[in-house]
């Protein structure tokens, strides 16, 4: 099983790693300002922000991928996925806008990062950063889940699952 730092969505996925281990260790030990120290997250989670965008291109969005295991099941909500995917856009849809969402959610929280390490005083910024990725993934996971639920994802005789036209 690929750990989850090197799986990819898309076509020649035993090809395609994310280097983000790898960069998280090159960024831990670049020099520089106590400003700089605090920010050097931020490419991290814009990295990760974009790897969600990225899969949009693959053959399945990333936030498909990992929520499959997690809701399918335990949640009972309904399954085959992939005969939705191949059959229903509004399905694909879906998954396709809540990719985006959590990308651009990492996106903007680097961006944050990046500000708060320059704006305040350092004391307080791990702190800060700590709380805001918290509070990043908490929204990320209730939007997601509320934006699920609003396009019918657990009802099996929703619109969602309706397969395409003609």
Same mark, same amino acid.
Not at 146 to 155: D, E, L, Q, R, V
């Given at each position: 099983?690929?750990?989850?730092?090197?799986?990819?969505?898309?076509?020649?996925?035993?090809?395609? $790693?994310?280097? /983000?281990?790898? /960069?998280?260790?090159?960024? /831990?030990?670049?020099?520089?300002?106590? $400003? %700089?120290?605090?920010?050097?997250?931020?490419?991290?989670? /814009? !990295?990760?922000?974009?790897?969600?965008?990225?899969?949009?291109?693959?053959?399945?969005?990333?936030? $498909?991928?990992?929520?499959?295991?997690?809701?399918? !099941?335990?949640?009972?909500?309904?399954?085959?996925?992939?005969?939705?995917?191949? $059959?229903?856009?509004?399905?694909?849809?879906?998954?396709?806008?809540?990719?985006?969402?959590? !990308?651009?959610? %990492?996106?903007?929280?680097?961006?944050?990062?990046?500000?708060?390490?320059?704006?305040?005083?350092?004391?307080?910024?791990?702190?800060?950063?700590?709380?805001?990725?918290?509070?990043?993934?908490?929204?990320?996971?209730?939007?997601?889940?509320?934006?699920?639920?609003?396009?019918?994802?657990?009802?099996?005789?929703?619109?969602? %699952?309706?397969?395409?036209?003609?």
């Amino acid at each position: 099983m690929p750990m989850p730092w090197s799986m990819s969505t898309g076509p020649n996925t035993r090809h395609r $790693q994310t280097p /983000a281990p790898v /960069a998280a260790v090159v960024l /831990a030990f670049v020099p520089g300002s106590p $400003q %700089f120290l605090l920010a050097r997250d931020a490419p991290i989670t /814009a !990295g990760t922000g974009i790897w969600f965008i990225s899969t949009l291109r693959g053959a399945r969005p990333l936030v $498909q991928t990992l929520a499959k295991p997690l809701i399918e !099941g335990p949640f009972h909500w309904p399954g085959g996925w992939e005969a939705h995917w191949e $059959q229903a856009p509004r399905f694909r849809r879906m998954w396709r806008i809540s990719s985006i969402m959590w !990308g651009c959610g %990492f996106l903007l929280d680097a961006v944050l990062r990046v500000i708060l390490a320059y704006s305040l005083e350092p004391d307080p910024v791990p702190a800060v950063t700590t709380a805001m990725h918290l509070a990043t993934n908490l929204v990320l996971i209730l939007l997601s889940n509320a934006f699920h639920i609003a396009s019918g994802m657990p009802n099996p005789r929703c619109i969602l %699952f309706a397969p395409a036209d003609g």
